[in-house]
């Protein structure tokens, strides 16, 4: 399989996710703004899922954009992270619809952190099979930004059962960690770019 069709697959999946989370969306039974307030909960974590979704296609894009090759061991990784972002959705309407009560907020956290820790899979997965010297596993080096995600969801979990309203900050802050797309990935390109640039023009003088 081409770069170019696994990349396109896994975003068509992550398209069908964000459809089918707006459309647990229901529309109010009334036109004064009292009757949003039942639907504020679901549209809260229907954002914050939606910020998710869109940090992995984000970095998913960043990540082949740099891998050369694709083999049956990455499509299977890639595989394993999109089994965990299909479950996205129902965790996301249960958490909403029950005002993000602790079982259902620890339950979403537990997601988000099998999808990091797939993600984090996936990754190893390409820097095993192009080497420790590719332009991914240099991007990445000791990744702490994604160790520091999966530490972070682990407390949310464990707290959802103490304070539910401190797991939702941390599944926000790791959010906002990873808002902006992963630079390293795009520093890595630019060096090498760079590199190959001034590499050409000694060769050319």
Request: hydrophobic content about 55%; proline content about 4%; aromatic content about 10%.
């Amino acid at each position: 399989m081409s770069k170019g069709r696994l990349e396109a697959f896994s975003d068509g999946v992550i398209a069908i996710l964000i459809t089918i989370m707006v459309l647990e969306l229901r529309v109010p039974m009334g036109a004064d703004w009292n009757a949003l307030r039942p639907v504020l909960p679901v549209f809260l974590t229907y954002v914050l899922s939606f910020t998710v979704l869109g940090i992995y296609w984000n970095n998913h894009h960043h990540m082949l954009h740099v891998t050369g090759r694709i083999t049956g061991s990455i499509l299977w990784a890639n595989l394993h992270l999109l089994f965990w972002l299909s479950l996205i959705p129902f965790v996301t309407g249960w958490m909403g619809e029950n005002h993000f009560a602790p079982p259902p907020t620890a339950l979403y956290g537990a997601v988000l952190l099998l999808a990091a820790i797939a993600y984090t899979v996936l990754q190893a997965t390409i820097i095993a099979a192009e080497g420790p010297d590719s332009r991914l596993a240099i991007a990445v080096r000791r990744d702490v930004k994604g160790k520091m995600s999966i530490m972070m969801y682990v407390a949310a979990i464990a707290l959802a059962f103490v304070n539910q309203w401190i797991s939702d900050a941390l599944y926000v802050a790791v959010a906002l960690m990873w808002l902006v797309p992963d630079r390293r990935i795009e520093h890595t390109v630019d060096d090498r770019r760079a590199s190959g640039k001034v590499e050409k023009e000694k060769v050319e003088k």
